[in-house]
Every structure is written in structure tokens, then in C-alpha cells.
């Protein structure tokens, strides 16, 4: 089973700052990596897929990188809406599917 | 648009057994392979089970193997997990997710979940 870990647990950050989530992967998963935002009370969102390609309708201040063991999610400049807490999840290598603890990204 | 609306959560006591509906729209149903993922209150997601589209296919997590068993319902646009001998740990919020396009194994959709508590 591949486990996927993310970084910091939660990360405090002011609106209109910039935020780095990381996650690492136990294992090569290649490139299929997806990453999904979830709001209180709410089911997850998926923003990321392939580690790099944003879902539809997702806005362009979300980006995704990375590749083999390593993945980054990157918020370029934080909205109100974007604190939340977020996946990643590996779909390389299954079953199981696997996601990683989440990072819940706070207001400073 | 695609709707994934999910029915059947509630209260049950340990050892009991539970069938979780998941009806889909606005998508064609059969294309697509499915799963159910569950929240614990509190925690993060747990993959739980997938299905292919035909529904010839089945996997399931090490942590409900034997207890639980997914199907689906082509014709009627369902997807189906029945949940026997349930636990205490067993209860979270069960979602129903569609798969991406051409079998990737990522949730691009999400029903909005239901409730499984398993209590005395």
C-alpha cells in the first residue's frame, strides 16, 4: 500500500498570501496524483488531477507540481473561500486508493 | 449537470447491517466506474470500495473486506453498498463518487454524503 503523507498538518495564512501544501508519496506514483478541497460540512472537492491539470472550473490561482514522490499544491494568492482543508490522493498503484492525513489551511 | 444524491445512512447497532443507495445523474451511468469513500467524524478519507462499469470488477479496503459488498444497478442509474456486521468503527459519512473519464482512478464527482453511526 502506498502511503501518502501531506505537510503541514495546518498552515496559517493571511489572505492574499500565498500557500504551499506538500504531500509524498510512500513510492513512485508518477504523475497520478489528485488533490481536492473540502469545506466544513461539505464533500470534497477535486481541484488537481495528473498532478498538474486544475478540474473544471477550478480557478487559475490553484496549481499543481511535482512528479514521482514529491507533489506540491500551490494557492497563489488566498480567498476567503479558499480556507479549507485539502487531499492529495495517489492513483498510481491499486487497490487500495489511497490520500494522504490533509492539510487544513487556516486564517492567519 | 452530474448528481450523485446518496440515501440509506443511519443509526444501527453494532452487528447490524445497512444498504447505502447512490442515484446518479446527468451522466451516462454505465460509462463510469464508481466508489464509496467514508469520512470517520473528525478524520480524513478513507477509500473504502470501486466498481467497474459493467460492474465485473470489485475491490475492496482490507478494513471492510468481508463485510461489505458494492453493486450497482445499470438500468437504474444506482450504485449500491450493502454494509453487514458493522462496528463502531464503521461509523462515518459515506460518500458516492464517479471515477475521471476513461477508468482514472480519481473522484471527479461527489454526492453530498449520508451518515452511518453504529452505536448501542
Known amino acids: 500500500e502506498i502511503v501518502m503523507t501531506q505537510s503541514p498538518a495546518t498552515l496559517s495564512v493571511s489572505p492574499g498570501e500565498r500557500a504551499t501544501l506538500s504531500c509524498r508519496a510512500s513510492q513512485s506514483v508518477s504523475s497520478y496524483l489528485a488533490w481536492y478541497q473540502q469545506k466544513p460540512g461539505q464533500a470534497p472537492r477535486l481541484l488537481i488531477y495528473?498532478?498538474?491539470t486544475r478540474a473544471t472550473g477550478i480557478p487559475a490561482r490553484f496549481s499543481g507540481s511535482g512528479s514521482g514522490t514529491e507533489f506540491t499544491l500551490t494557492i497563489s494568492s488566498l480567498q476567503s473561500e479558499d480556507f479549507a482543508v485539502y487531499y492529495c490522493q495517489q492513483y498510481n498503484n491499486w487497490p487500495p486508493l489511497t490520500f494522504g492525513g490533509g492539510t487544513k489551511v487556516e486564517i492567519k | 449537470q452530474v448528481q450523485l444524491v446518496e440515501s440509506g445512512g443511519g443509526l444501527v447497532k453494532p452487528g447490524g447491517s445497512l444498504r447505502l443507495s447512490c442515484a446518479a445523474s446527468g451522466f451516462t451511468f454505465s460509462d463510469y466506474y464508481m466508489s464509496w469513500i467514508r469520512q470517520a467524524p473528525g478524520k480524513g478519507l478513507e477509500w473504502v470500495s470501486y466498481i467497474s462499469s459493467s460492474g465485473s470488477n470489485k475491490h475492496y479496503a482490507d478494513s471492510v473486506k468481508g463485510r461489505i459488498t458494492i453493486s450497482r444497478d445499470n438500468a437504474k442509474n444506482s450504485l449500491y453498498l450493502q454494509m453487514n456486521s458493522l462496528r463502531a468503527e464503521d461509523t462515518a459519512v459515506y460518500y458516492c463518487?464517479?471515477?475521471?473519464?476513461?477508468?482514472?482512478?480519481?473522484?471527479?464527482?461527489w454526492g453530498q454524503g449520508t451518515l452511518v453511526t453504529v452505536s448501542s
Open positions: 495528473g498532478a498538474s
Open positions: 463518487a464517479r471515477w475521471g473519464a476513461t477508468m482514472w482512478a480519481y473522484f471527479e464527482y
